[in-house]
């Protein structure tokens, strides 16, 4: 078997230009299908990185307080911040930092133009990461020390026409639900970076807190930032499991509901249906919010194999009539062969192996180019300003590609490969050695 694997590693390179051109057909089918699956494998991690830093943490706590004489009105809140930090560290979660927000929509209104927003209350003392991913193109962060101050996109700005230094009018409803309004300073203006960057504006938690109606010390959100964010459902669960020995907890894990999307939303609609008394708590994560993230991947995925397998079918066509053209030219050669006592097994085989060679030489060049294609496009610096910021790693694509997706796509186009030349191989198996070699070249 050997022998007949050295003959068709002699055989492709007899016939080098042809060996090279379907070859390359292969290369450049793996190569595409590669470069999609390292965007889509970076795809979520840079994500889920990008909005970690926004919305400042992996895992997040967030408290609900049923109020009114039948239970019927909601207030986000965390009253007890001292009962979270205990069970925080008494979980042994690896926290980085720990964040609290509070954050509401409203109306922003100036000079007669309005715009609904939603508008977070940080404490940018400790929350300094938000720097690294929310870059200023007009104002300063040092403005943010005016308690009134507020950071919005440029997007935003330009609604509402607006320049640093300017104040804006808010219209906004309490934590209790009652109507109220305020006035921010125009802080900064930040790039605008995407669908986050325009949803989301930035303050300074104790202003939102007055506007909300929340007391010194509350907050509707603790945000945690974890050292490895491929911990985060583990700390997820032993956070939950601490906290649910002396506090009120939503289910965690809870299925989807017809129309909730996220895990985080199913768990919302089922809060609605509960009643109890006192501050009830979700613990939810980011992979819980992002949730959707993972299905444009996997369609992703999807769309790259239906690539892989198409572009194929199309290689297969070319690769089995090349082999039916090879099988003719070497009919002599091959009656040689059987006449001296080459079985009709090896015959195929050895067809096959040239199929094999193909494909492996073809898969390995193809990934080989996408590396490289890879390191090009990642060496170039789209900036943090860059309207494709979510999906970018410190302002450049990146690619990750799973070891065992290549592996199945390798192995996908040897089986396809393989099945092309089948038929060639067999018919070429079949000759009888006579009449073979009573057959002119």
């Known amino acids: 078997m050997k022998t007949i ?43 889920s990185d990008n909005f970690s830093y926004l919305l400042a943490g992996h895992v997040f706590v967030s408290g609900v307080e049923k109020t009114g004489a039948k239970l019927d009105k909601e207030i986000e809140v965390i009253r007890d911040d001292a009962v979270l930090t205990a069970a925080l560290k008494d979980a042994g979660v690896p926290a980085k930092y720990v964040t609290r927000r509070s954050d509401f929509d409203g109306s922003l209104i100036f000079e007669g133009k309005k715009v609904f927003h939603s508008i977070a209350g940080t404490d940018l003392a ?74 989301m504006g930035y303050a300074n938690i104790a202003y939102v807190n007055e506007l909300l109606g929340l007391a010194s010390g509350e907050y509707m959100t603790m945000g945690i930032m974890l050292d490895d964010i491929s911990r985060t459902e583990r700390s997820a669960t032993a956070l939950y499991d601490r906290m649910k ?33 006192g501050v009830k708590y979700r613990v939810f994560t980011l992979n819980d919010i992002l949730a959707q993230v993972q299905q444009i991947v996997d369609a992703i995925n999807i769309a790259a194999f239906v690539i892989l397998v198409v572009l194929f079918f199309i290689v297969m066509v070319g690769i089995t009539n090349t082999f039916r053209m090879v099988m003719y030219e070497r009919i002599r050669e091959i009656g040689t062969m059987r006449a001296v006592g080459v079985q009709r097994g090896e015959i195929r085989s050895m067809f096959l192996y040239e199929a094999l060679f193909l494909a492996i030489g073809g898969a390995l060049a193809g990934i080989v180019l996408a590396l490289v294609a890879m390191a ?3 060496f170039f610096n789209l900036g943090m300003d860059s309207p494709l910021f979510i999906i970018l790693k410190n302002g450049h694509l990146s690619f990750r590609v799973p070891p065992f997706q290549a592996v199945g796509n390798v192995l996908v186009i040897a089986v396809l490969t393989l099945a092309a030349a089948f038929f060639p191989a067999r018919n070429a198996a079949r000759l009888d050695p006579a009449v073979a070699l009573r057959t002119l070249k």
């Not at 020390?145 to 996109?153: E, G, H, M, N, T």
């Not at 894990?253 to 009643?275: L, S």
Request: proline share 1%; aromatic share 8%; glycine share 10%.
């Open 245 to 277: 020995a002396s506090l009120q907890l939503f289910d965690r894990g809870v299925k989807d509901e017809k129309g909730a999307t996220t895990p985080f939303m199913a768990m919302m609609r089922k809060q609605n249906r509960e009643q109890w008394n």
């Open 5 to 47: 694997a050295n003959i068709a590693f002699r055989n492709l390179s007899r016939q080098k230009k042809r060996s090279v051109l379907l070859g390359a057909a292969i290369a450049f089918g793996v190569m595409i299908v590669t470069l999609i699956n390292g965007f889509a494998g970076a795809f979520v991690s840079n994500v």
């Open 126 to 199: 400790n929350e300094r990461f938000l720097r690294d991913r929310l870059v200023l193109k007009e104002g300063s962060w040092d403005n943010m020390k005016d308690p009134r101050a507020i950071v919005l996109s440029d997007k935003i700005a330009g609604k509402l026409n607006v320049q640093v230094g300017d104040r804006i009018l808010v219209s906004l409803k309490t934590a209790a639900g009652q109507n109220n309004a305020g006035e921010f300073v125009l802080a900064g203006i930040s790039f605008d970076t995407g669908i986050l960057g325009s949803l």
């Open 376 to 378: 090009v496009i990642s």
